[in-house]
């Protein structure tokens, strides 16, 4: 059985990478002042952060049914037998049960696995899918084994700014004013199905440090007795320089010395709702890789 795997750039996995990989990558939608673009083919990050601190008119969108089945029947053309693909969670966008719709027209060759993640969670969702793929597993099985351990994972994100959280109507702009001038950083939170509200801290700093706090707390209580080999640490951002992704990482690193933290930038499709100078963290479970 050759099961090929595939994901798009929610994952924070850029098609350099999933070409290194043999993973298949599709790149999500962005609509520029009614023009779509795809996230790391036509699109940049600078030029996508210029467009959204401008006066463009972005938002994203899920991929065409089209481009999904074009990706999906060049690979099934190109000696692969089965395809796992793992989009983004059903709880975050449309595009996994459309997707999930659109895979009952190829008679089981394609599975759709509901993993329940986004960005550092998803990209090890992937990378657990590429290993069971190469032990030979099957569509169906790899389907199974992610969707078992979806939930065995934790984000946490600080937004620096509410302007765009005002944008899609998450707070008034009266709630928006008053938090820029308290310096109000609100830190969301992933556990599944969708991005709620967390805490509110003044001063990303504090951000930070209450980010470090809820995941130590995951440590200590949902992850408590797995052993560190099957824990991943992944830290995220949008729009940062080098220099603050570094800064955060290492304070990462710092807190969990045991961790080897890796860094992702976040996907257009978050980064569009929070904003820039956004900071994120997740920790997921991998699997036993019993087959």
């Not at 990478?17 to 779509?36: K, R, Y």
């Not at 976040?266 to 479970?285: E, K, Q, R, T, W």
């Amino acid at each position: 059985m050759k099961t090929a795997v595939m994901t798009d750039t929610n994952s924070g996995i850029t098609k350099q990478e999933a070409d290194v990989l043999g993973i298949f990558l599709m790149q999500m939608p962005v609509i520029i002042d009614g023009e779509t673009h795809y996230e790391g083919l036509d699109l940049t990050h600078d030029s996508f952060f210029a467009a959204l601190t401008g006066n463009q008119n972005v938002s994203t969108s899920q991929p065409s049914p089209g481009d999904v089945m074009d990706m999906w029947d060049e690979i099934l053309n190109s000696g692969y037998d089965e395809i796992i693909y793992i989009p983004m969670s059903s709880g975050l966008s449309a595009s996994c049960e459309a997707a999930m719709g659109l895979a009952l027209d190829y008679d089981g060759k394609v599975q759709v696995a509901n993993n329940h993640r986004i960005s550092v969670t998803m990209r090890i969702s992937v990378m657990e899918a590429k290993h069971y793929a190469d032990l030979g597993a099957s569509a169906a099985k790899i389907k199974e084994l992610l969707e078992t351990n979806a939930f065995n994972s934790s984000i946490y994100i600080a937004v620096d700014t509410l302007e765009f959280l005002k944008r899609g109507g998450r707070v008034t702009a009266a709630g928006a004013a008053l938090g820029s001038v308290l310096n109000i950083k609100p830190v969301l939170t992933i556990q599944g199905e969708r991005l709620d509200a967390f805490a509110k801290v003044r001063g990303m700093k504090k951000a930070k440090l209450r980010m470090i706090e809820a995941l130590k707390n995951d440590f200590e209580t949902r992850f408590q007795g797995i052993p560190k080999e099957r824990l991943r640490l992944g830290a995220a951002g949008a729009g940062l320089s080098a220099e603050q992704e570094k800064e955060w990482t290492d304070m990462l690193s710092a807190s969990f010395p045991e961790m080897d933290v890796y860094y992702d930038s976040l996907s257009f499709s978050i980064s569009c709702h929070i904003g820039p100078g956004g900071y994120g963290v997740g920790i997921s479970v991998i699997g036993e890789y019993d087959l």
